[in-house]
C-alpha cells in the first residue's frame, strides 16, 4: 500500500489515541514508529516505567513508615532483577496490548522512521528498505527528548537521562540529580527509596518552581529527609570521570563543598520537540526557536494537510494533553466542529506526596494581577487521611469573588493525582463553589477535602472552623 487517508508519525499516547479514534470513525489509517509497538515515551521510558518504580518505592517507605502505628518490618530486601524485570514487564503489558489494539482496529502500522518529502508525501526508512507513502492527511506526534547540556557530555556511562536512569542498571551508593523538575524529583524519589544517598542540585531557589509554593513546602516536609541535600541557586560548572566516579564542580551561594564525586550523576533539565529530521524543510512548516510547531485551534499546521499535537505542539509536555489534541485533530479531520480550549488542564507530580493541580494556580493568579479568593483544607482536619497517617495534605480550591466559579484547584497529599479530576471537572463544568459543596461525597475519603475546602469559602466547614472574613 503506497497511500493512506491518514498517515499518524509517532505513535505516543497523542499518536496512537489519534490513529485509535481515527480508525473507529472510519479512515483509512497508517501509524508509524520505531518501536515494535505504540506506545512513545509515555509507555516506554517515561510516564508508565516511571510510576511502575514509584510504585516500588512507596512500598519501601511504607514498610517503613509502618513502625508509626506499631509494626515493624526487617530490611526489606530488594531483587533488582525481579524489580527490573516486573518494570518490563508492565511495560511490555501496556504496549503488547496497543499491538493488539491497532491489529483489532485494522491499522497499517509500519515499524519504521518517517520523514517529510512534501506536504503529501511521507518517506519511511523502515527494516524493510524505504517506502513512499503519499497521504490526504497527517497528524505529525513525533513527541520529544531529553534536553542534552554540553557540559555533561562526556560520553560516561556513569551520566544518566531519565531514560537510562529508568533501565535501573544498579543502584549507585552517591547519586548526583541535575535539575529539581518534576521528573527529577520522581526519579530521586525511586533511587532514594531503593538505597542511594540523592543529592539533586537546582539552578533555581527552589524545587518544583512553576508550582505553588504551599504545595511544595508540604512535599520538602516529606521528601526533604529522604535525600541526602539539596543544592538550591547552585549551578554544576563541569564534570570529569575519575577512577570510581564523576567528580563534580558546582558554583553558587551556598556550596560548602565545590567539587564531589558521585557514582552516577542523572542529569534532568527539562526536555526538547523531535522537530529535526522529520522533512520539516520540505514542507511551509517552520518550529519556533525551541522547536515547537505551531497550530491553530483544531491543531492544524500551515500546512492545510498537516496537523500537530502532543509534545511536539508546545506546553504543557504531558501525556493526557497530546491524547486530547490527538482526538481534536481527527474530529477536526472527520469534518466535526471541534476546537481544542480547555478550560483546565490537570498536573500531577507523583512524588510522595503527589501534588497535583488543575486550572489557575495562586502562582498564576498573582502574576496576572487576578483577584481570586482561595480557600484552604488541611488534612489534618480529614478523617480518612488520620486513618492512613497521613494528615500532612492539604486541598485548596480558587474561585471567583464575584462569581464564586471554581478557577483552580489544588491537592498535595497521597492520592493527589487521582483525586484532582474532580476540580477539572467543575471548571470544565463552570461548576461554582456552591455544587461541590452540596455535592454528597462519601466518607471517609480523601475526596471529602474537596467539598470540604469550597465549604472554606462559606466559612462553614464542618472540620475546621475558620469563619467567612
Ligand atoms: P511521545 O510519547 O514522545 O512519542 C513520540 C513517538 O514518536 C516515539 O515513540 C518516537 O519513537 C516516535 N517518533 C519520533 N520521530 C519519529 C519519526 N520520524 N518517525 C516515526 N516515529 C517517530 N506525562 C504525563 O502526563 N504524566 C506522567 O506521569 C509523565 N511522566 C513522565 C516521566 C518521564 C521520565 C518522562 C521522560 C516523561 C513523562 N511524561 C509524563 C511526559 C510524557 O511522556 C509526554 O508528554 C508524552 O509521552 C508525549 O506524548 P507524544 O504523543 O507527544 O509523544
Redesign the pocket.
Known amino acids: 500500500m503506497n497511500q493512506t487517508q491518514l498517515v499518524v ?7 496512537y489515541a489519534a490513529a485509535f479514534l481515527a480508525a473507529d470513525l472510519g479512515m483509512q489509517t497508517t501509524l ?4 515494535p509497538n505504540p ?4 509507555l ?4 508508565i516505567p ?2 511502575a518504580l514509584l510504585h516500588v518505592a512507596k512500598l519501601l517507605d511504607e514498610a517503613h513508615e509502618a513502625a508509626n502505628i506499631g509494626i515493624k518490618f526487617a530490611e526489606p530486601e530488594i531483587d533488582f532483577d525481579r524489580v527490573r524485570e516486573w518494570k518490563e514487564s508492565v511495560v511490555n503489558k501496556m504496549t503488547g496490548g496497543l499491538g493488539q489494539l491497532v491489529k483489532a482496529r485494522k491499522i497499517n502500522y509500519i515499524r ?4 517529510f518529502t512534501s506536504a503529501t508525501e511521507v518517506e519511511i526508512e523502515s527494516e524493510s528498505g524505504p517506502q513512499k507513502l503519499t497521504f490526504e492527511h497527517a497528524i505529525l ?4 527528548r ?1 534536553v542534552k547540556i554540553p557540559t555533561f557530555d562526556i560520553g560516561s556511562e556513569r551520566i544518566m537521562d ?2 537510562t536512569a ?1 533501565e535501573l542498571k544498579d543502584i549507585p551508593e552517591n547519586l548526583l540529580v541535575v535539575g529539581g523538575g518534576y ?1 527529577g524529583l ?2 530521586s524519589s525511586v533511587y532514594a527509596a531503593m538505597g542511594s544517598k540523592v543529592t539533586v542540585v537546582e539552578m533555581l531557589p527552589g524545587l518544583l518552581m512553576q508550582t505553588d509554593r504551599d504545595l511544595v513546602k508540604i512535599l520538602e516536609g516529606n521528601l526533604l529527609p529522604k535525600l541526602h541535600k539539596v543544592l538550591l541557586e547552585t549551578k554544576v560548572v563541569s564534570v570529569e570521570e575519575v577512577e570510581n566516579g564523576i567528580k563534580v564542580r558546582f558554583e553558587g551561594a551556598n556550596v560548602a563543598e565545590p567539587e564531589q564525586v558521585f557514582d552516577k550523576v542523572l542529569v534532568s533539565v527539562g ?1 526538547t520537540p ?1 522537530s529535526q ?2 522533512g520539516l524543510e520540505n514542507t511551509k512548516i517552520q518550529p519556533d526557536k525551541r522547536g515547537f510547531v505551531a497550530v491553530d485551534a483544531q491543531r492544524r499546521t500551515v500546512e492545510p494537510t498537516i496537523y500537530a ?4 505542539a508546545g506546553d504543557p ?6 491524547s486530547h489534541e ?1 482526538r481534536i485533530a481527527v474530529e477536526a479531520i472527520a469534518g466535526h466542529k471541534v476546537a481544542y480550549e480547555p478550560a483546565a488542564i490537570p498536573a ?1 507530580v ?1 512524588t510522595d506526596p503527589e501534588i497535583a493541580w488543575t486550572g489557575l494556580t495562586e502562582m498564576q493568579a498573582e502574576k496576572e494581577g487576578r483577584k481570586v479568593t482561595v480557600a484552604r483544607f488541611p488534612w489534618a482536619a480529614s478523617g480518612r487521611a488520620t486513618t492512613l497517617d497521613r494528615s500532612d495534605g492539604l486541598t485548596k480550591i480558587l474561585v471567583d469573588p464575584e462569581t464564586e466559579r471554581v478557577l483552580g484547584v489544588a491537592i498535595v497529599g497521597p492520592g493527589a493525582g487521582e483525586l484532582i479530576s474532580e476540580g477539572t471537572l467543575a471548571i470544565e463544568m463552570a461548576a461554582l463553589a456552591s455544587d461541590i459543596k452540596m455535592t454528597i461525597h462519601p466518607h471517609p475519603t480523601l475526596s471529602e477535602t474537596v467539598m470540604e475546602s469550597a465549604e472554606v469559602i462559606f466559612g462553614q466547614a464542618t472540620h475546621i472552623y475558620r469563619p467567612k472574613k
Open positions: 508519525i509517532g505513535g505516543g499516547p497523542g499518536g508509524v514508529d520505531m518501536n506506545g512513545g515515551v509515555c516506554y521510558r517515561g510516564c516511571s510510576k519504521g522512521r518517517a520523514r506526534a513525533t513527541g520529544s531529553p531519565s531514560t529508568l521528573i520522581e526519579l526536555r523531535n529530521d522529520i499535537i502532543g509534545d511536539i509536555m504531558l501525556a493526557h494533553k497530546a490527538g500531577v507523583f
